[in-house]
């Protein structure tokens, strides 16, 4: 199985700036879409941005383009979220997301980190 687990998530002041990681461990044959959602209480969880691994193309949720930059370590298992201007609606919980294949023939599967915060104060 594919294991996610995210790091970085803090208190930051409105106007700051902030990156949180994510490593995908475990049974990897290959990952497709590496990303980044949130939920804040009492919303839905939203798309915050994704990376396609084979093309290095990127998605961002509207409300952060502009902002937020997504980006992967050379190996690929690795995603990153540079959070810039931030804004007190920008506080959630922070889920990594990948679609990956742990073996050859199987999948791709949906798999989900644990979470990490971020509160952004005004």
């Known amino acids: 199985q594919v294991q996610l687990v995210e790091s970085g998530g803090a208190l930051v002041q409105a106007g700051g700036s902030l990156r949180v990681s994510c490593a995908a461990s475990g049974r990897i044959f290959r990952i497709n879409v590496l990303g980044w959602y949130r939920q804040a209480p009492g919303k839905q969880r939203e798309l915050v941005a994704t990376i396609t691994t084979s093309s290095g193309s990127t998605d961002y949720g509207d409300s952060v383009k502009g902002r937020f930059a997504i980006s992967r370590d050379n190996a690929g298992n690795t995603v990153y979220l540079q959070m810039n201007s931030l804004k007190p609606e920008d506080t959630a919980v922070y889920y990594c997301?990948?679609?990956?294949?742990?073996?050859?023939?199987?999948?791709?599967?949906?798999?989900w980190g644990q979470g990490t915060q971020v509160t952004v104060s005004s």
């Open positions: 997301y990948t679609v990956a294949q742990p073996t050859v023939g199987s999948g791709p599967y949906d798999y």
